[in-house]
């Protein structure tokens, strides 16, 4: 048996009180990334957290044709209370990016801003996706609360942005 380390984050614990921003680069955007999303949020304890920016991989204009593939996780339930900005880039309206902005947007109580870079202004139709969940998006459209837009706003970015990933 080891000795309790008080300074030393137990997983499942708030792991990174202080943070307030998150930048996540995706490689591929499909059922298993949907899913470790979902276990890192649950898992790290992000209470803190004001600002998700997301950054999907690049896909062609016309969006990806998903196979049905369950994502095999519940979206955790307790994170995400002070999250306020969400930017999303390279959304191509595919089955699991549309999973994860209707997450945000329904455990999100604070968000105010859910930006989302597409090349297609147009909420498509997306196979797979439960039609409550389009009906929710379109209220957020609505309201103002989520932002379609072609370019990306310089006003809302990471602060560390500059970062490079050599594999």
């Known amino acids: 048996m080891q000795p309790h380390m008080p300074n030393r984050p137990r997983w499942g614990g708030d792991l990174f ?7 996540l680069l995706l490689f591929e955007m499909n059922a298993p990334e949907l899913a470790n999303i979902y276990v890192f949020l649950k898992k790290s304890g992000c209470s803190n957290l004001e600002r998700l920016f997301v950054q999907l991989p690049i896909a062609p204009y016309e969006p990806l044709v998903d196979s049905f593939d369950y994502v095999g996780l519940e979206p955790p339930t307790d994170v995400s209370e002070n999250l306020k900005v969400v930017k999303i880039t390279n959304f191509s309206w595919n089955r699991f990016e549309l999973q994860l902005v209707c997450f945000l ?8 801003k859910l930006l989302l870079i597409t090349p297609s202004l147009v909420p498509l139709h997306v196979p797979g996706i439960q039609k409550a969940d389009l009906l929710f998006l379109a209220e ?28």
């Open 17 to 23: 009180p202080r943070m307030t921003g998150l930048q």
């Open 105 to 112: 947007l329904r455990k999100a109580r604070s968000l105010r």
């Open 140 to 167: 957020a459209l609505a309201n103002g609360k989520v932002i379609l837009s072609v370019s990306d706003d310089a006003a809302t970015q990471p602060f560390h942005s500059d970062v490079s990933a050599d594999f």
